[in-house]
């Protein structure tokens, strides 16, 4: 069975650093694609953030390029999203969420993905 494993949140001050990991494994095919995704209170899900595992192109939202990269592990089949420079409306639930494909500008939209692991909460204080 394909599983997602998010975790590495916390309660962070304003202007800095957290590092999400998604350990994922169980896929019954080589080439996929792993997102991130938040959502806040009364707020729809929003994607972030995007890898694929066969050539390693990304996807980035506007409301975080150039302050978050994500990253892949091949041995450790683990994603990374390095959210740098936080700001008070980054707090939200994060998920990872896998693909067969990837999408490119559509990599975003939640519901082209398969598979989402449970959330992990993100807390930016000011």
């Known amino acids: 069975d394909v599983q997602l494993q998010a975790s590495g949140g916390g309660l962070v001050q304003a202007g800095g650093s957290l590092r999400l990991s998604c350990a994922a494994s169980g896929f019954p095919f080589d080439d996929y694609a792993i997102g991130w995704f938040r959502q806040a209170p009364g707020k729809e899900r929003e994607g972030l953030s995007c890898?694929?595992?066969?050539?390693?192109?990304?996807y980035y939202a506007d409301s975080v390029k150039g302050r978050f990269t994500i990253s892949w592990d091949n041995a450790k089949n683990t994603v990374y999203l390095q959210m740098n420079s936080l700001k008070p409306e980054d707090t939200a639930v994060y998920y990872c969420?896998?693909?067969?494909?990837?999408?490119?500008?559509?990599?975003?939209?939640?519901?082209?993905?398969?598979?989402w692991g449970q959330g992990t909460q993100v807390t930016v204080s000011s």
């Open positions: 890898i694929s595992s066969s050539d390693g192109s990304t």
């Open positions: 969420a896998a693909s067969r494909h990837y999408y490119d500008d559509f990599a975003g939209v939640a519901g082209l993905y398969d598979y």
